[in-house]
């Protein structure tokens, strides 16, 4: 497929917008597009470093294009074609509303209350929200070091809504992290020495409300009840509520199941890999498309 940029975005209201069928994407896009569809139109996203930047792109040439993307390095509202390789490739900068840096990022977009979605990644994660990317183990001689917050933090906790990409293993997926980087719904209280509701500990602060919307995993979606307790949503294709259960180090509340994740459409593969990834940075491969969706592309 040798086209230029313009002649595939010519392309995009052609595609099908219609589910792809099982074996014509792979689980990577699947999670790409489901946690895209967590951004609003009016969104201003703070977004990580992976999956959370695929998406964050994705979302902008799907269902909200209106939407602000903010990078941890200080770039505000680029239009960048492909996705960067981290928050600080210059690529993110095209076309960008102003370059800044850090203390731009997080004094003000973040800390003045403007950022309205972030997208984090993370280790681990209770069944609260609460999320682990510092250690395993006792903290000062850890099992294992993970990188440290790098922002995770910050965003998980003054972002009016968080969504989250993490991998799904019953060792990641706890009653209590080990250690918790960024807080959920409940937190620990110092002044009492218990884990009391957030929005007990934070009440009359500006982030009160702030805190976990939605999970992504690579076996289904999650959200959360009126205790900030999370939820099965939906689950993926192939997966079933006895293997995500499996797959959790706590008793879930499988209660409010919809069904199966919704497939990917081909217009959203299509966005994904002839736009936002293209060059395979995050995704690890390239499915064919179907002969009639090629068809379409090759004319």
């Not at 990577?28 to 977004?47: H, K, Q, T, W, Y």
Request: aromatic share 10%; net charge negative; charged share 20%.
């Amino acid at each position: 497929m040798a086209k230029s940029i313009d002649e595939l975005i010519a392309l995009i209201d052609a595609i099908p917008d219609v589910p792809a069928k099982p074996g014509e994407y792979i689980l990577p896009e699947l999670m790409a597009i489901a946690i895209a569809n967590e951004v609003r139109n009016d969104d201003i996203v703070f977004a990580g470093t992976g999956l959370p930047m695929v998406g964050i792109m994705t979302a902008n040439f799907t269902n909200a294009p209106n939407a602000l993307l903010i990078y941890e390095a200080g770039i505000c509202d680029g239009k960048t074609m492909h996705v960067p390789m981290s928050v600080c490739d210059q690529r993110a900068a095209n076309m960008s509303s102003s370059l800044g840096g850090l203390v731009d990022t997080f004094g003000y977009y973040l800390q003045q209350g403007f950022v309205t979605l972030g997208f984090l990644g993370g280790a681990a994660i209770d069944k609260y929200g609460g999320v682990n990317v510092t250690s395993i183990g006792d903290y000062y001689m850890p099992q294992h070091r993970f990188t440290g917050s790098g922002g995770n933090s910050d965003i998980g906790t003054m972002a009016h809504r968080t969504a989250f990409i993490i991998l799904q293993e019953k060792r990641r997926f706890l009653e209590r992290n080990e250690y918790t980087t960024t807080p959920g719904h409940w937190c620990w209280d110092w002044k009492t020495g218990e884990w009391r509701p957030r929005k007990e500990v934070w009440k009359g602060t500006p982030f009160e409300h702030c805190g976990p919307e939605a999970v992504v995993t690579n076996m289904g979606t999650y959200r959360f009840d009126g205790n900030g307790e999370i939820y099965l949503e939906t689950y993926h294709p192939g997966v079933t509520v006895e293997k995500v259960k499996e797959n959790c180090g706590f008793d879930l509340n499988v209660s409010k199941v919809k069904g199966e994740t919704r497939h990917p459409t081909y217009r959203e593969l299509f966005v994904l890999r002839e736009f936002v990834d293209a060059e395979l940075i995050f995704l690890p491969q390239k499915v064919e498309y179907p002969p009639d969706v090629l068809k379409i592309i090759n004319s």
